[in-house]
Nanobody
């Protein structure tokens, strides 16, 4: 079973999107979780992480604009993205892994969800 990301799309600069990550039951939703993104021609980078207890960390470029959260009852992790900028354009992925900063992903990568910020 794979992690399944959704919620991406085309949005204008300054707009908002909420991404969702459905966590299969073979991967405990109580794991530490994180969002990553990969822009065209660039490496995948860590964006935000949330511990099993709800502690959060964010990469500097998204601090104050992105919020990671989790709903354990729904086996889902979210990322609310506000004040989006063209440089946020990327494919976004979620993963489970080892808590720390940088977060260390341990699961298989899903298909990701494309976010495009453009006027």
């Amino acid at each position: 079973a794979q992690l399944v990301e959704s919620g991406g799309g085309l949005v204008q600069p300054g707009g908002s999107l909420r991404l969702s990550c459905a966590v299969p039951r073979t991967i405990s939703v109580l794991n530490h979780m994180a969002w990553y993104r990969q822009a065209p021609g660039k490496e995948r980078v860590l964006v935000a992480a949330i511990s099993s207890g709800g502690t959060t960390n964010y990469a500097d470029p998204v601090k104050g604009r992105f919020t990671i959260s989790r709903d354990n009852a729904k086996n889902t992790v979210y990322q609310q993205m506000n004040s989006l900028k063209p440089e946020d354009t990327a494919v976004y992925y979620c993963n489970a892994g080892q808590w720390g900063w940088p977060f260390r992903p341990s699961g298989s990568w899903g298909q990701g969800t494309q976010v495009t910020v453009s006027s």
